[in-house]
C-alpha cells in the first residue's frame, strides 16, 4: 500500500497522540544496495541518513535525559519521555543498517561513524565546566538547535508519507524503514519546539540556531553522499551524471526536492510559527498502524 493512500485520512482529527517507542525490528539481508530500482543515485542518496541519524538520534536522547529532571510540567515530562523512547528506537535501527545493511555492501561505514560521533559526542557534549547558570544556558542553546534540525525531520518525515518509493517497486523493508521513522517524526514534531519555548522562548535563539543547524546538516548530508558514492564500486557516474540521476529522482518523486526543504527555513523565522503547520498526524498515525514493522512490534 503507498503512503498516498493515507492522503484521504488528512481531515479527520485523531485528538491527542500518546507518543511511545515502537519496538521494530528488520530484516535486512535481502535489501539491495540499490534499493529504488532504476535509481541507484537516489538509493544512495537517502541511505545517507543511515550514517548520519545513529549518533544523532543517541545525541537527541542524552540531551533530553539531561533536561528531563528540570521539567515541571508533568504533561511535558510524558510528551519528552515518549520522545526519547522513539528516538532511541531511530538510533539502534539505523545502527542496525550500518552493519547489516551498508558494511555488508561493501560501503564502510567506520570513518564517517567516527567523524560523527566527534561531532555529537564532543563538539555538542554537555558542559562539564563553569558555573551552574552557564551550564544551564549550554542546555538551552542545544535543546534550540535540536528544535531547528526536528523541523527539518518533520519537513522529511512528511516526504517519507507521500513519496513514490512504493510506486516504483522499492524494497518493502527499507522503505518501511523510512516511513515509519518519518510518521514517528511528524507525530512527534511540535515536541522539541515546546520543550526549547518551555526552557527559553526567545526569538533570538531560535533564529541562532536554525543559522546553525542548516549549514551543518547540509555539509553532512552532501559529505556522506559523496562518502557512500565514492564507496559504491558498482557506479561510475561523473559529477554531472551524479547530478542528473540526483534530478531526475526528485521528478520521479523518490527523493525530496533539496530547495522547497531549504527555502522552508523562511517558515521557521515566521513568528508564530508552530511545527504544527508541517505533515499530518491523522496521516503518521493511519501509516503507523499499518507498517509492518510497527504492528509486528506490537
Known sequence: MTAHAYDSDHDWDPGPVELHARNVTFDWSNTPLHWIPGHPVASNFVSVLNLLLPEGERWFVQTYNEALPLVTDDELAATMRGFIGQEAMHAEAHDHVLWEFLDHHGIDPRPYARQAEWIFRKVLAPMDKGSASARQKHLVE????????????????????NN???EHDADPTMTDLFTWHGAEEVEHR???HDVAVYFGDSYLRRGRAML??????LFLVHRGFRYIT?????????????????FRGVR??????????????????RPGFHPDEIGSTAQAVAYLASSPAARNAQ
Do not use: C
Open 212 to 217: 546553525l543547524a542548516l549549514p551543518v546538516l
Open 230 to 246: 565514492k564507496q559504491d564500486k558498482t557506479l561510475h557516474y561523473n559529477m554531472f551524471a551524479r547530478k542528473y540521476q540526483y
Open 164 to 166: 513514490t518509493w512504493v
Open 142 to 161: 542545544r535543546l534550540w538547535l535540536i528544535a531547528a534540525l526536528e523541523h527539518y525531520t518533520a519537513l522529511l518525515g512528511d516526504f517519507a508519507l
Open 190 to 192: 511540535a515536541v522539541a
Open 252 to 269: 520521479a518523486g523518490v527523493l525530496p526536492q533539496m530547495w522547497k526543504i531549504i527555502l522552508s527555513t523562511f517558515s521557521y523565522f
